[in-house]
């Protein structure tokens, strides 16, 4: 059984997609009409189009909850995480959201994605979503933090806890198996 929820980037992140496209567009037309030697322009072009390339490797696309694990499927990028690892799951507040700030991150641009740091915790974690809003805070045995975004964030809990409970009954049963023989 697989439960799939797909990210749906909202009019917000649509808008600030293209203003950061159209401005990194507008100052590379600028660099190229005013600039005296052609070094610039190109290390800025080279160093623009890299960013974006990284970014757009890493666009989240959708969640997938298998029997076994909870993945956060991107463009390129899977992130995995076992269904017996995962300590607590629960939606955020609204407010939750308001003191992080974008480390090693993409903020609008396809959504919002990467490391951000939470002033209000002291804390790092990893952020997967295509709105600001929604969120669900995964926290495994390992005190990551993963944050994702989802419109049926009650589906998706549910879901989680449900195929959690069978995978560690299952466990368990292997355990108790293994020690009977």
Same mark, same amino acid.
């Given at each position: 059984?697989?439960?799939?929820?797909?990210?749906?980037?909202?009019?917000?992140?649509?808008?600030?997609?293209?203003?950061?496209?159209?401005?990194?567009?507008?100052?590379?037309?600028?660099?190229?009409?005013?600039?005296?030697?052609?070094?610039?322009?190109?290390?800025?072009?080279?160093?623009?189009?890299?960013l974006?390339?990284?970014?757009?490797? !890493?666009?989240?696309r959708?969640? +997938?909850?298998? &029997?076994?694990?909870? /993945?956060?499927?991107? @463009? %390129?990028?899977?992130?995995?995480?076992?269904?017996?690892?995962?300590?607590s799951?629960?939606?955020?507040?609204?407010?939750e959201?308001?003191?992080?700030?974008?480390?090693?991150?993409?903020?609008?641009?396809?959504g919002?994605?990467?490391?951000?740091?939470?002033?209000?915790?002291?804390?790092?974690?990893?952020?997967?979503? !295509?709105?600001?809003?929604?969120? +669900?805070?995964? &926290?495994?045995?390992? /005190?990551?933090?993963? @944050? %994702?975004?989802?419109?049926?964030?009650?589906?998706l809990?549910?879901?989680?806890?449900?195929?959690?409970r069978?995978?560690?009954?299952?466990?368990a049963?292997?355990?108790?198996?293994?020690?009977?023989?």
């Amino acid at each position: 059984m697989q439960t799939t929820f797909k990210y749906t980037p909202n009019k917000r992140t649509r808008r600030l997609t293209w203003i950061i496209s159209l401005t990194v567009g507008v100052l590379l037309g600028f660099f190229m009409l005013y600039s005296r030697s052609g070094y610039f322009p190109i290390w800025f072009g080279f160093f623009a189009l890299t960013l974006i390339t990284l970014l757009v490797l !890493s666009i989240p696309r959708r969640i +997938v909850v298998t &029997e076994r694990t909870f /993945e956060i499927r991107c @463009v %390129v990028e899977l992130t995995s995480i076992a269904l017996e690892d995962i300590a607590s799951i629960r939606k955020m507040e609204p407010g939750e959201m308001k003191f992080s700030f974008p480390v090693l991150a993409g903020y609008g641009f396809f959504g919002y994605y990467g490391y951000y740091y939470n002033f209000s915790e002291l804390s790092f974690f990893k952020v997967y979503a !295509s709105q600001w809003n929604d969120f +669900v805070r995964i &926290e495994d045995i390992y /005190e990551d933090i993963f @944050v %994702v975004n989802c419109a049926e964030a009650d589906e998706l809990i549910e879901a989680v806890r449900t195929l959690r409970r069978q995978r560690m009954a299952a466990l368990a049963a292997t355990e108790a198996g293994k020690e009977e023989a």
